[in-house]
């Protein structure tokens, strides 16, 4: 769907969107709160206020469906999805994205991605 | 911020988030969830399904921090804000926004907007 010419100019610049959903200990697919989403996400708001980075908003959400991937988070308006495991992968995404306006390449899902196996090696495993 | 050209396609066609979040009775700013967004929410998420509409998602999200003018929706890429009174608006937004990707106007916030009173005359109060 693309916008039209008459919508209003956006709220935020970039409006961020954490899975916070939990399930179930055992649940096949998993969950992105049981793998730390919500401690991501803390961290990410904290930070976000610490740089002082204007016009962002991170937002806790429901389940995004993409639980096999999580923690994933959604950055509108440019719907770039990324999987987060790190408070180290949250400072990249801050810095390239949200204020340099690039993209975590070695982080982001692409559309056709809907296995963990798919994103190892790039995306790595939590540290903490 | 604007969309890179190697970015991946849209994982959503239209990705919908509802304020869902709750604040103590009395609190100066109210909140969606004491103005029943979560009611709302939930039926715009089973009437999407019911109406079988293709590559969208209706989720719950925290407060979006434009809690005077709640419930709020907003719906990306497009970036465009509803306040959402009733389920006769719930219908609305599903058939002119989400199927036939107009605009709802009625409904729509602006930026500038941030009282409940500069929106009263346009939206309504809810019937149920």
Redesign the interface.
Known sequence: ????A??????????V?ACTNARPEGHPRGSCARRGSEKLRNYMKARAKELKIEGV?I????????CELGPVM?V??????YAVRTFADVDEILQTHLID???VERL????EETEREQIAGRVGEAAE
Request: net charge positive.
């Open positions: 769907m693309t916008a039209a008459a919508d209003p100019a956006p709220y935020y610049r970039a409006h969107f908003r937002n806790n959400a429901g389940c995004l469906d993409r959604v509108y308006p440019e719907g770039i999805w306006g690039g993209r982001m899902l692409r559309p």
